[in-house]
């Protein structure tokens, strides 16, 4: 059989494989460069990146480890790849995976197995079943071992410190088996090269963006008061698959009236009321890319005078950060604008004493204090987005905003019913509450959070989420109402072509 016949008789075989590739759009070369940039940070020995496991309750969707998916793109439960670093280079590489079984693909659907797994990573492939013996021959040479994993957090109850993770229990089976082998936790020094998102990794976060924004758009258009929250959850939800998302990057928030003021309401069931704000807080994950886009939007279609206010002063603070937002800026400046607008806003509302006015934020004889602006925007400023919602972001080790940074704003000022009875009981406290209830009761149950995606390249910084977020695009899209979801824009979702 000469070798282009070959060939043409294994395509039928190989096109499915092809097609279900589980490599997101970025190439094989790109997620090598990553393994050598990590490699050389990490000190010589073994090196070992844990995979996320098959969920230990049947049936709940499986997601990749995000630092096992940076590093090799490879998206089945229950991998590993073990490499041996000698000096300047990677001496020795293997990925170890679920075998190929027909009778375990009845149920789990096509797996690569080590030859696909070879094929996809340029890296040799065996049966994670073989784990356990090589990690074992490793541990006997006496090299140290650097493993990326669950470490530190767990699932068990809070506090529970000596519950190990799997990931923890199979290193101190080795610790207790080779007495004085070195294993060091190294998931920070993958986290901080993921704080730099590369062009393929920021077009991925564009297209989340630009799914979340569509959301956005649906929910706007269609929410109307007498609607429970589930069903703008549904329809945002549903407008991300139809639009080629994985899935939701996090738990979607839709909170009215008084939900809209606690920060991760996510039980979504309440009939939402004419005069409610809503807050939507929603993100689609797009090849395992997060964005995450906050809208706030009066359930009348038209904000009262009240909620105007509130909302402007959010408004006001995340323009004040976007103007600071600059390549090469320290990231703080951002933060800083921010809080002064929140601060002097609520001074003018007088829901606080004055823009610098504190409260005892503990009790004693001298109690720590704390600003009383952050009573109503207890969060920060924003954070970074990739592989999590909440990713790791290049400011946060360098201070300033760099190429490859990709990061939301999203301040909010949130007057919950009980904000003034949070505080700690002091005199002091007792005195600022009498002063402040009667503000807070007018203002009750105002929640307003804008949050938008941002990315920097070369060219500087630039918003990513242009859903309607000033008061007049925000009523006139609720005002021109819905007609329903459309059918899936196939074109949008087979449009994307990976730079
Ligand atoms: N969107 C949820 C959060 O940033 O916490
Ligand atoms: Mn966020």
Redesign the pocket.
Same mark, same amino acid.
């Given at each position: 059989m000469n070798r282009r016949f070959a060939f043409a008789a294994v395509l039928p075989f190989l096109l499915p494989v092809l097609l279900a590739c589980p490599l997101s759009a970025q190439s094989t070369q790109e997620f090598e460069r990553r393994r050598m940039q990590f490699a050389t940070r990490v000190p010589d020995g073994v090196i070992v990146v844990l995979g996320a496991r098959e969920p230990a309750q049947d049936y709940l969707s499986f997601s990749q480890a995000p630092s096992f998916n940076y590093l090799t793109g490879f998206e089945e439960p229950d991998a590993a790849l073990v490499m041996v670093k000698k000096g300047v280079q990677v001496a020795w590489a293997m990925m170890f995976v679920q075998p190929k079984l027909p009778s375990r693909e009845v149920w789990t659907g096509v797996r690569l197995g080590v030859r696909g797994v070879t094929d996809l990573t340029s890296i040799r492939g065996r049966v994670v079943t073989e784990l356990p013996a090589v990690l074992d021959s490793l541990a006997r040479t006496g090299m140290a071992f650097n493993v990326v994993g669950q470490f530190g957090a767990t699932d068990g109850p809070e506090g529970s410190a000596d519950v190990r993770s799997p990931d923890e229990q199979m290193m101190d089976a080795l610790q207790k088996k080779y007495a004085g082998l070195k294993v060091t936790p190294v998931n920070d020094l993958v986290e901080e090269l993921r704080g730099t998102k590369s062009p393929a990794e920021l077009a991925l976060i564009r297209r989340a963006a630009d799914i979340t924004v569509r959301a956005q758009k649906e929910a706007i258009a269609a929410l109307k008061d007498g609607m429970n929250e589930f069903e703008i959850q549904a329809l945002i939800e549903y407008t991300f698959r139809r639009n080629g998302a994985d899935r939701p990057s996090?738990a979607t928030?839709v909170g009215s009236g008084p939900n809209a003021t606690t920060? /991760?309401y996510n039980a979504n069931d309440r009939f939402i009321g004419i005069n409610d704000l809503v807050v939507m =807080?929603i993100?689609a994950s797009y090849k395992g890319y997060a964005a =995450?886009v @906050?809208r706030t939007v009066p359930a009348s279609g038209k904000f009262s005078p009240t909620q105007r206010e509130v909302y402007t002063i959010v408004r006001d603070a995340q323009a004040a950060a976007e103007r600071q937002a600059k390549l090469g800026a320290p990231s703080r400046l951002m933060n800083d604008s921010a809080n002064a607008v929140i601060a002097a806003g609520l001074a003018r509302l007088r829901l606080i004493d004055s823009p610098d006015a504190t409260y005892d934020c503990s009790t004693g004889a001298s109690p720590r204090q704390c600003p009383q602006y952050r009573m109503y925007y207890m /969060?920060g400023l924003g /954070?970074g987005i990739g592989l999590e919602? /909440?990713d790791p972001e290049q400011y946060y080790y360098t201070a300033k905003l760099g190429p490859g940074s990709a990061f @939301?704003l %999203?301040p909010g000022i949130y007057v919950r019913e009980r904000v003034l009875d949070e505080m700690p009981d002091t005199p002091r406290n007792r005195e600022i509450a009498a002063r402040l209830r009667p503000l807070v009761t007018f203002y009750r149950n105002i929640g307003v959070r804008i %949050?938008d995606d941002y990315v920097v390249t070369e060219q500087g910084v630039e918003g990513i989420s242009r859903a309607p977020r000033e008061i007049a695009e925000i009523e006139a899209l609720m005002k021109a109402g819905s007609t329903g979801p459309a059918p899936r824009d196939r074109a949008f979702v087979e449009g994307y072509k990976a730079p």
């Amino acid at each position: 059989m000469n070798r282009r016949f070959a060939f043409a008789a294994v395509l039928p075989f190989l096109l499915p494989v092809l097609l279900a590739c589980p490599l997101s759009a970025q190439s094989t070369q790109e997620f090598e460069r990553r393994r050598m940039q990590f490699a050389t940070r990490v000190p010589d020995g073994v090196i070992v990146v844990l995979g996320a496991r098959e969920p230990a309750q049947d049936y709940l969707s499986f997601s990749q480890a995000p630092s096992f998916n940076y590093l090799t793109g490879f998206e089945e439960p229950d991998a590993a790849l073990v490499m041996v670093k000698k000096g300047v280079q990677v001496a020795w590489a293997m990925m170890f995976v679920q075998p190929k079984l027909p009778s375990r693909e009845v149920w789990t659907g096509v797996r690569l197995g080590v030859r696909g797994v070879t094929d996809l990573t340029s890296i040799r492939g065996r049966v994670v079943t073989e784990l356990p013996a090589v990690l074992d021959s490793l541990a006997r040479t006496g090299m140290a071992f650097n493993v990326v994993g669950q470490f530190g957090a767990t699932d068990g109850p809070e506090g529970s410190a000596d519950v190990r993770s799997p990931d923890e229990q199979m290193m101190d089976a080795l610790q207790k088996k080779y007495a004085g082998l070195k294993v060091t936790p190294v998931n920070d020094l993958v986290e901080e090269l993921r704080g730099t998102k590369s062009p393929a990794e920021l077009a991925l976060i564009r297209r989340a963006a630009d799914i979340t924004v569509r959301a956005q758009k649906e929910a706007i258009a269609a929410l109307k008061d007498g609607m429970n929250e589930f069903e703008i959850q549904a329809l945002i939800e549903y407008t991300f698959r139809r639009n080629g998302a994985d899935r939701p990057s996090f738990a979607t928030i839709v909170g009215s009236g008084p939900n809209a003021t606690t920060l /991760h309401y996510n039980a979504n069931d309440r009939f939402i009321g004419i005069n409610d704000l809503v807050v939507m =807080d929603i993100g689609a994950s797009y090849k395992g890319y997060a964005a =995450d886009v @906050t809208r706030t939007v009066p359930a009348s279609g038209k904000f009262s005078p009240t909620q105007r206010e509130v909302y402007t002063i959010v408004r006001d603070a995340q323009a004040a950060a976007e103007r600071q937002a600059k390549l090469g800026a320290p990231s703080r400046l951002m933060n800083d604008s921010a809080n002064a607008v929140i601060a002097a806003g609520l001074a003018r509302l007088r829901l606080i004493d004055s823009p610098d006015a504190t409260y005892d934020c503990s009790t004693g004889a001298s109690p720590r204090q704390c600003p009383q602006y952050r009573m109503y925007y207890m /969060h920060g400023l924003g /954070h970074g987005i990739g592989l999590e919602v /909440h990713d790791p972001e290049q400011y946060y080790y360098t201070a300033k905003l760099g190429p490859g940074s990709a990061f @939301t704003l %999203e301040p909010g000022i949130y007057v919950r019913e009980r904000v003034l009875d949070e505080m700690p009981d002091t005199p002091r406290n007792r005195e600022i509450a009498a002063r402040l209830r009667p503000l807070v009761t007018f203002y009750r149950n105002i929640g307003v959070r804008i %949050e938008d995606d941002y990315v920097v390249t070369e060219q500087g910084v630039e918003g990513i989420s242009r859903a309607p977020r000033e008061i007049a695009e925000i009523e006139a899209l609720m005002k021109a109402g819905s007609t329903g979801p459309a059918p899936r824009d196939r074109a949008f979702v087979e449009g994307y072509k990976a730079p």
